[in-house]
């Protein structure tokens, strides 16, 4: 009996400290942030072939027939080129969005930051400074 009342006591100050602990890291997990730069997810005809290959590669390591080797070779060459069209179709998006619209700061932005020193001239065979104007 003695060893049951110990029990429920030390299983009580744990609860309470677990319970502690959960509160402080639901306090600082909690804060919800938006993401500039948010790069979108395959779409799900892609995941869903993504998963078939997974799938039939796990059955092709445990049973080791051979069709199922065909059908996962099959399968990932499916997915691969599913993956290059979407990937294509998202480059020309890109690329007509910046003929439409002359948008090519998205592109050239990480190259030219506001901190970057300024012009100070060309340097021809690292001797001569050319500072026309």
Request: proline letters at 5%; charged letters at 25%; hydrophobic letters at 35%.
């Given at each position: ?13 744990f ?108 340097k ?10």
């Open positions: 009996m003695c060893f049951i009342h110990l029990f429920r006591v030390h299983f009580h100050d609860s309470i400290l677990f319970s502690n602990f959960l509160k402080a890291i639901w306090d600082r997990a909690s804060a919800y942030e938006t993401s500039l730069k948010y790069c979108p997810p395959w779409p799900p005809y892609v995941v869903s072939l993504a998963k078939q290959v997974n799938n039939i590669r796990r059955k092709y390591r445990r049973t080791r027939f051979i069709s199922y080797l065909y059908q996962y070779k099959e399968l990932r060459y499916q997915c691969r080129c599913a993956k290059i069209l979407y990937e294509t179709e998202q480059r020309e998006k890109q690329l007509k969005n910046l003929n439409n619209h002359q948008n090519i700061w998205k592109i050239v932005k990480p190259t030219f930051h506001p901190f970057l020193p300024s012009f100070r001239g060309l021809i065979n690292d001797k001569e400074i050319i500072k026309d104007n």
